[in-house]
């Protein structure tokens, strides 16, 4: 289950508004006065995975507790107006979007629906992003047993929200940080060296040094560099912008001894290849730092 | 002169070291000793706009003050490591960069290098993606009498640093949000018509209401409202969506009366004929919203 | 309608009251216990106009949600304790008080009551002090075509609030700070002076640099600076410390090119004068910083 | 001494500057080049006492550490512009104003100052209008065993600062909160009363649950009242709107079982009758929330 | 009343659950889906006070609103697992616990049950151990006019928390902190004696700076001592590190002219001979500081 | 080396100083006045391990940035006031102390230095007995290849500090919190059994949900447990209040392919015979949450 911190999203919701002046909107506040009702749609104008619709509420929220956001949404007939209305099961979630979907309908107060609706937006768009590449690079792989994952590289102060957009599209998270993870990198081992220790005595020392509750993955560029990590106790060898030949011919090395993972200029259609090599994980950049926001809008009616 | 509030990037860069958990960096904090001295470069690797060096200054200072982050670069040999030396003058925000480019230097203890990298290249690479892109519009009109300017549609928390970075491409800011700048979109014209008002008498609402030192700006979609909006008063017409040719008849109808602005699907290939149209001001969310990052990495040598 | 943000109220609310040391209040702590009950009323003791009464409202709240505070009061026999009750509708910001008008009453557990009261009292006197304020220069002027407005001279941190109760009282908001409006002062003009511009040419700076959503404000001292600012394209000419024959004279030659605003040493007593200059605008530091608070006091009755 | 907590003034500040936009000052940033310097006085208009030098200067060190404030001056001759210039030792709070006295000099570059300004004035003023009020009513008991304090009667947020600044015009605190001094007021004994105690074991509640390191103050409106409290212990005995007659009476009374603190209504005038019905101290809630700002201006030089 | 923040409750509380993972808790959510329902009981596992009951229930409403933490518990049979199930009322802060004793049940979502558990019992625990050990050394000094009071010896961040424990345990509170209470140690007079300063002129100087609303308490660590202060007029003496003998000897000279305290090496052995000595206040920073938690634990049922 | 996040230290003790009041020390300011200078030394009373002099040294930098604290100690005559002084290379944090022994001095305004004196030596206190007690178990099990480490029972607030005295006494850390370690407890199994699951299907759930950077870590509370679990592919064994024997006999089934984790009821005492079991790890709670603090002494001399 995709897991979102609801007192977080509610913290970084409000910051954005607050940066968006939204509890000043002079527009609004000079133009529709606060007993106008309205109602709105989330509307998808493009096919891709709907992620981040608790996000998108807690932003109507904080601006008006009145304004009630439903996945209960009626049916639109096609290309028109609201003139039949027909009550279905919303969507949540992990959703699969076409052009036209209705996503969910918002009805409350128009004045502060108005106000929080570019926020809403921004996150709505962004996570279904996310999502949205996840599912493509997860489905690229299908039936082979790998596990996609992201990366670190993600919007500074949005990192858990797009964790988040990454489990919703299939994909599973790699450490959250610095904090909760071990990953040996080429310059922790240029470090090493310089001091003249082998790949295999950088290793010992994460090890020695760190929770026991960790495992010790060591990113390598070579053939060479794997072998002498996985001698050297590696738990996890992250193979990085290998061929998948290269990873072909590293995984059978290590046959087991260690977990595999690519990483490197993943693409949907790279993807599959590099899973046939046998590498256990794959994670992409790309998914957080690259995702085109999916294309939302709210259609709102005023009343 | 792009303006940076250094307060607020201390505090987001602070939050984005939080984040990645930098401060606890346990693979470096178990692998490179604390008195192990080294340094690194930022080098360039594509063609742009540098943009956000003070940003990730900020990230080392905050992990450790013994850092120092210089323009005053060596040259690299074309391709090759550093063997020649040879200090230059350094590089600033809003220099342009080719591949192969050294942008500054980063020296001081390794392991505070090593665990502020990341987060360091995030905001650089984003930042200077944001300028480039902005540098392209402004390219594609030189020469021309308009004003490239950015959105709200920015990223949660950091549209200060992307607006800085609109400034650095040689663009300008709109609005920073909604308490600072009057915008009547199409739902508030709807708002009121749900009401029974004319839009002339929204366009009076919000004059009324609203601080007299703002513009009173209206977003139209056709001739007709166009002339709806100049006559009843608006000082600056929204052009949405429009083509370069209706855009230019609603240019000549308006004849100075007031400013106007062209949004939407804003592109560096069509974005000089809609130039000609004769708008004042050319606005696009792709600078923030869409812009790719740009490449740049951390070269580091232990020693 | 007059705009506040409950979240900042909340906010402030929760700052007082934590100076105040409210939650640690040991004279209530040791002499009244959780379980006694009791209610006052707010009554006025002097006219004035209503405003903060929300403000009041959240500081009971956020001692103990069990306490009610309502508008619809008891009738008070004239001088005498309440013995005749009588519901009748309640009160709101900007309903205008006599001397002994009963405003709300609160009701609900004694002891968060008592340790809140001053709180209370401290932002619906100030606040009301400032609506009062605002509404005897509104209605100094009534019936001529200009609007009063405030300044940034507000209390510390307090700003939001009291802009708000100039709405109360009749008034509109000036620029709400430096960011979100342009007014170029006497300093901007000799700074540009001893770098050799004119005042045209700091005008020009202003308009190139600034958001195209923002008027320029100028402030002038004499006709000749009046012309030389309108000549320049000034927005809006703030006319400082003239007599009225001054700004009339000023008013007469802008000739509806730009909007006027008179500040400096505005009365209840000259503001109609001033007003009668023809000017559009009424600027008055001294709603905020001057205006004697209200007096109101809490009723309290144990029960 | 007075104790100002420099931590607590730089957050007020800080605060008080992001609230006034002072870091994103449009009109500065468009109109004044970063590098531009500047100076600028700070000139006294009318008589007074200084307060808050060191809250003003932190205004300026927090945009731009580059700016100084000295206190070392230089003379302005009588009513003239700055041509004779004399370094003299400057003033610090404390110090008596006549118009025209040179404050102090700020320094450094003119941006940052302009953006400043009005966040340093405005607590500036604010201050010295309370020592003054302070001072004044010091100067009217002068020679008199007597000690003039402040009430909880404070701007919601500036407490510290404003006791402070009572401090500096020679007066001294009461309980800074509701947490750290016990005073049972009318509404304490109804409370108690309307649950069948007696005034006597109100106190006796206050006193069995109180820390041991307070005293217990009642407040009395009458002679009766002012004896059972005194009998039943207390050791500070409030004087509420009483006549300089009554309070002798009770002083007589009490014969120094317990101090006595007058207070309500106290002005300039009326405090030296008070002062001489013997009291210990006179406490005056309007030193605080009545004090009217003391006119200072900045005047600016560019260069 | 024992007196507790429930805002700062929260705050706290939610802070250690930020600390530690609680709303990221990987093991929960990998092994137990969200819909699980579940029960717990808290029960005792030896003998003392309850206290922290709130603060608790506070840490399972922080992770998920749906717990239900309630004092109706379920009576289990000696030793057994719940089959026999009798509601009965439930147990408040201040009970006392017996080996066994069911302390209150929790009910609802497994998942947040299991993530908030360590939290939850860190402080039951901790307070808990707090209030046994007030209650310990009260039963120690029973049917003497003494009180006992905590210290300033308390852990950084609960000093709130503790004091309420105290409180629960049936002692009284000291000064809160150094703010609100005059404690004249030994290094105060030291200060003074190095600028030529008697005993009695420090008091003096406490006395004439310090508001009116506080005693003067004076440290002392011999007879001499003892009469140097009460001579000079301290309200309070606070013997420290004495014999009962000479406390005895100090009570008597003092003669009621002000409170004793004794301080310095109180245990529940020694405490009833102290007391003897006529003393009015024991304090002991062992209450807070060297309490050891009590043995709680939660007793999960999955369903 | 033991790591401190020195940001966070300040926040931690700026806060326990504002909880203490010691910005407002109303005993110090109103008897030594801001210009006496003082010095004073941090006296060991008792033997142990030192741990916190960073913690203790940030509380006087955070009164008054002028107070140096300093390793360069001078040597004390055996039992005597200083009289002789000899500067001698200081300690830092993991020094071994006798009673007597001088840790380190601290010199400068004695005002501030009174002021944090408690706070101070309430963390030097608290963390020094932590690294203590983790060096006493350290010390029981010399020679043998086990690792010591804590565990999550930390005082809410300050577990990093805590973790920190762990390292500096000799030990290592546990996971930090529930986010970064996979730790499946009884409960976590109870849950699955509840809906169906064994052990190994619990075990599977979370390796499959989990980061692939964890190890999945399994509570057992007997042989056949741990049997389970390990051919379940647990990568730790944690051995719940296991005898030695029982470890042993497990430690031998399991044969390395799981590390193994001794936990319940260790002491300084049973160590050795745990360590002898063969297992990798011995945690203990009581490092953190019963460690008695090591009595330290500030003695100040005035000047």
Redesign the interface.
């Known amino acids: 289950?995709p897991?979102l911190?609801h007192?977080?999203v509610r913290r970084?919701v409000?910051?954005?508004l607050e940066?968006?002046?939204?509890?000043?909107?002079?527009?609004?506040?000079?133009?529709?006065?606060?007993e106008?009702m309205?109602r709105a749609i989330f509307l998808a104008k493009e096919a891709g995975v709907l992620a981040g619709l608790p996000v998108a509420a807690a932003a109507f929220a904080a601006v008006d507790p009145a304004i009630v956001v439903s996945n209960a949404v009626e049916e639109l007939p096609p290309g028109g107006r609201r003139t039949v209305i027909t009550l279905r099961p919303g969507l949540h979630d992990g959703a699969v979007l076409e052009p036209g979907t209705v996503i969910a309908h918002v009805e409350g107060p128009?004045a502060p629906i108005?106000?929080a609706?570019?926020?809403a937006l921004?996150?709505l768009q962004?996570l279904s992003g996310v999502a949205t590449a996840t599912k493509r690079l997860k489905d690229a792989v299908e039936g082979l047993p790998v596990?996609i994952?992201d990366t670190?590289?993600?919007?500074?102060?949005?990192?858990a929200l797009e964790r988040y957009a990454v489990q919703v599209g299939g994909g599973?998270?790699?450490?959250?940080?610095?904090?909760?993870?071990?990953?040996?990198?080429d310059?922790?081992v240029?470090?090493?060296?310089?001091?003249g220790l082998t790949l295999g005595q950088?290793i010992a020392?994460?090890r020695?040094?760190?929770?026991?509750?960790?495992?010790i993955?060591v990113e390598v560029t070579s053939f060479e560099e794997a072998r002498e990590a996985v001698d050297a106790g590696a738990?996890?060898i992250l193979l990085d912008n290998m061929t998948p030949a290269e990873m072909q011919r590293c995984v059978a090395m290590i046959a087991g001894r260690a977990?595999t993972?690519a990483s490197g200029g993943i693409t949907a259609e790279n993807a599959r290849a590099i899973a046939e090599s046998g590498v256990?994980?794959i994670s992409s950049g790309a998914l957080t730092?690259?995702a085109?926001?999916l294309d939302i809008s709210l259609e709102?009616?005023?009343?």
């Open positions: 289950m897991d911190n007192d977080l970084i409000r910051e954005a940066e968006d002046g939204a509890f000043q909107d002079v527009t609004t506040l000079t133009t529709v006065p606060q106008q309205g128009l108005l106000s609706e570019r926020v921004n996150f962004r596990r994952v670190r590289k993600t919007t500074p102060g949005l990192r599973q998270n790699h450490r959250f940080n610095l904090a909760d993870g071990v990953l040996i990198k310059n922790h240029a470090a090493g060296r310089a001091r950088v020392s994460a020695a040094g760190a929770p026991h509750t960790l495992r993955e738990d996890v977990l993972e256990d994980i730092h690259s085109p926001a709102i009616e005023a009343s």
